[in-house]
């Protein structure tokens, strides 16, 4: 990886500053934590399908090995 500029650095550390205040935001909010956290099960359940139907189309096995 690249060594990153000092300006790259100061973007970095702005957007995980700001990345950290709205994590902040939706866990002081149970209602949108509530939402939020209901998303992310949907998007995990869909990856998990995508992930099930690209592992059947590189024939790969469902199958646990033991």
Do not use: C, F, H
Not at 36 to 46: I, R
Not at 47 to 58: D, E, I, V
């Amino acid at each position: 990886m690249p060594k990153m500029t000092a300006q790259e650095l100061r973007w970095q550390a702005e957007s995980d500053a700001d990345t950290m205040a709205r994590y902040q935001m939706i866990m002081d909010d149970p209602a949108r934590k509530k939402r939020a956290v209901s998303a992310a099960m949907k998007q995990a359940a869909d990856l998990n399908k995508r992930a099930t139907a690209m592992n059947r189309a590189a024939g790969v096995s469902s199958k646990k090995k033991k």
